[in-house]
């Protein structure tokens, strides 16, 4: 048994008042039937009314501080145990919920706060449906210029999904309330469509402008002239300047992707590749029998 | 029991006290043809009453306060260990451990 003194946490000279002040704190604090289900203060409190059981009387105190009695031993009151009746059926009788058993209402509150609001009892709240994401492949022509493509639904429905000019791979379009049906009356979701462009033999895309590799002859080149010259937005006639060597690069005007949710039009390069075509018999006895005017080297750095 | 078997048992109580509260509901104990009939919970209650009220200095003025709070606090308890039973008596075992598991990682 432990010492009295310090379960109360009083001196040995501690009046009767300062045990009886020691003794109500700690009882506040430590009551096993303020304190359900915890043992710990069960025990707290079982030591602390032992001990003010014993230091409260002036008599037995007198005897244990002779060291008549020990701190054991000695009559106890019944210790407190309502919370033992409260917890059980007996408890009902002072129940603030009412009379006894689960209510549909306190049920069903109970597990909507448990599940986060599903199972709720009541009506059922109208549900908006889910997204449903798809993928549309499409060509880079009409991703630039724009289409309307129909997209056939694994239910079997078929959309007609416009694909806006400018469209860039990767993109997604939202088609409002064609997801899945909502539920007691809810609105549908809506349906996401990611666009995928594919590559285009000759065009390539940096945002708005598009990029271009123009195959042209040794006589285009060298005597210039007009050539035609594919845009997304169909063939142009562009005059290449006399003597213009392979790589040269040329800028159409408002030839790329057009215009498109505040974006100006942008440009098409056009970069010149000279192609000498199949061996030709006249070119190669000409190129024998040439002798360039300004003879260079084109491996060399150039001397500009 | 009846009433004089209650102060009886019940040290630093006293008949008008304990009659006062039954009044005011605070202990409710079956009444018979005018007498009253009181149940073990009834006693413990009344105990309890006594402590807080010389023990605790809850004077009578808060003890409703002190009272309504502890009825709540035990009608959750109640209502806890029905959901425990019920949790017993009708989960799968998998899914009981998997429901242990899990309030132990919150460090209830």
Redesign the interface.
């Known amino acids: 048994m432990d010492d009295p003194y310090k379960t109360l946490g009083v001196a040995k000279d501690a009046s009767q008042a300062d045990i009886r002040r020691a003794?109500?704190k700690l009882?506040?604090k430590h009551?096993p039937?303020?304190n359900?289900?915890n043992a710990k203060a069960e025990d707290i409190f079982k030591r602390v009314s032992a001990a003010n059981e014993l230091l409260s009387d002036a008599k037995t105190r007198g005897q244990f501080d002779r060291g008549e009695i020990d701190a054991a031993g000695h009559e106890r009151?019944?210790e407190?145990?309502?919370?033992?009746?409260?917890?059980?059926d007996?408890?009902?009788?002072?129940?603030?919920?009412g009379a006894g058993g689960?209510s549909d209402e306190e049920f069903g509150d109970?597990f909507s706060s448990m599940f986060n609001g599903a199972g709720r009892a009541g009506p059922p709240r109208p549900t908006r449906g889910q997204d449903e994401h798809y993928a549309l492949q499409t060509s880079f022509l009409d991703a630039v210029n724009g289409t309307t493509s129909r997209l056939t639904l694994p239910d079997g429905r078929t959309l007609d999904v416009k694909i806006p000019p400018g469209s860039a791979d990767g993109q997604t379009l939202r088609l409002h309330d064609q997801g899945e049906p909502g539920q007691n009356g809810g609105p549908r979701g809506d349906a996401l469509i990611e666009i995928h462009v594919a590559p285009h033999p000759f065009f390539t895309r940096e945002g708005q402008d598009i990029r271009l590799e123009l195959p042209v002859t040794l006589a285009e080149a060298v005597l210039g002239g007009p050539v035609e010259v594919p845009t997304p937005a169909g063939p142009v006639r562009m005059t290449i300047a006399p003597g213009s060597d392979s790589g040269t690069q040329f800028r159409l005007r408002g030839r790329g992707v057009p215009a498109h949710g505040g974006l100006t039009a942008g440009q098409l390069y056009a970069k010149l590749r000279v192609v000498i075509g199949p061996p030709d018999a006249a070119l190669t006895d000409f190129l024998r029998a040439w002798k360039p005017e300004h003879p260079v080297s084109p491996r060399q750095a150039p001397s500009k | 029991m009846n009433i004089e078997i209650v102060v009886a048992q019940v040290?630093g109580l006293q008949r008008p006290d304990l009659e006062r509260w039954v009044a005011n509901e605070w202990v409710?104990p079956d009444q018979h043809d005018g007498e009253y009939e009181f149940?073990?919970?009834?006693v413990?209650?009344a105990?309890?009453i006594r402590?807080l009220r010389d023990?605790?200095?809850v004077n009578e003025a808060a003890l409703p306060v002190v009272l309504?709070l502890?009825?709540?606090?035990?009608?959750l308890?109640?209502?806890m260990?029905?959901?425990s039973d019920a949790i017993d008596h009708t989960v799968p075992e998998e899914v009981r451990q998997k429901l242990a598991a899990h309030l132990a990682k919150r460090g209830g």
């Open positions: 003794y109500r009882a506040k009551h039937d303020l359900p289900g009151a019944p407190p145990d309502y919370r033992n009746h409260a917890e059980g007996a408890g009902r009788r002072y129940s603030r919920a689960w109970l | 040290p409710k149940y073990d919970i009834d413990a209650r105990r309890l402590d023990e605790m200095e309504s502890l009825d709540q606090l035990y009608d308890r109640r209502r260990h029905e959901i």
